[in-house]
């Protein structure tokens, strides 16, 4: 049963953890908890959907993929804990957005300014690969956390996954009728008709960052744009 809609994003983080929609994730997640890497063999895992973090008054969304195995489903934050994060931190950290260029627990004491980190899928997946019909199953959850982000001026969406996730919720909304005209690629920057600037990179996966098909100069170019934007005047 569907779950009253959230009046706050502190209740429907709650929701979000509760959420049981999709067996393969939850059963995934849960086992992982269990069978616990050697390194962190002394971490009690989340295991759960992981919720939302930031700043409520945030004018600036990251749209991530999914929690990652052993990163978020483990310390139960987004992006906290592992090679992704360890990448993209230091640079929210050096653009204004973060408190601390590192996050390793929720007890960190990371604080994000001016932003919000959310993700397409709030449950890790094997092999970092939603099935589509579980990324349907999350986006009404975007839906509403869209409603209680009123502030939003831009959104940095990291990788295809998170892109086709925002350019779907402007679909489900009414803002663009069609998705003809918004396409993925790094740099890309598209302004929509409600004011809100969509920007999107590739994701900061270490299949990206050790490669060098996503550098820090690359990522950083990115988020000093979102600021940008963000302290530009208010969307008309």
């Not at 908890?33 to 050697?38: C, I």
């Not at 170019?221 to 969307?235: D, G």
């Amino acid at each position: 049963m569907r779950m009253v809609p959230a009046t706050t994003l502190e209740v429907l983080n709650a929701q979000i953890v509760a959420c049981e929609s999709c067996p393969r994730l939850r059963a995934y997640g849960a086992q992982i908890a269990r069978d616990k890497r050697r390194q962190w063999r002394d971490w009690d895992y989340w295991g759960r959907p992981v919720p939302s973090f930031g700043d409520e008054k945030a004018r600036v969304l990251i749209m991530g993929l999914a929690p990652g195995a052993h990163g978020s489903n483990r310390t139960g934050r987004p992006f906290t804990g592992d090679g992704s994060g360890d990448f993209m931190f230091p640079i929210l950290y050096e653009a204004g957005f973060a408190s601390q260029p590192n996050s390793q627990s929720r007890e960190d004491g990371l604080r994000l300014k001016d932003m919000w980190i959310s993700a397409s899928v709030r449950c890790a997946p094997p092999d970092n690969k939603p099935s589509l019909e579980e990324q349907r199953n999350c986006a009404h959850w975007l839906d509403e956390e869209m409603a209680l982000l009123p502030r939003l001026r831009v959104i940095v969406c990291l990788g295809k996954i998170g892109f086709d996730a925002m350019v779907g919720y402007f679909l489900r909304s009414g803002v663009i009728a069609s998705r003809k005209g918004y396409e993925f690629a790094h740099g890309a920057e598209y302004r929509l008709p409600n004011g809100i600037h969509l920007l999107a990179t590739y994701h900061p996966s270490l299949q990206n960052t050790n490669t060098g098909k996503l550098t820090a100069p690359m990522f950083l170019k990115i988020f000093v744009r979102a600021r940008e934007l963000a302290q530009s005047k208010a969307r008309s």
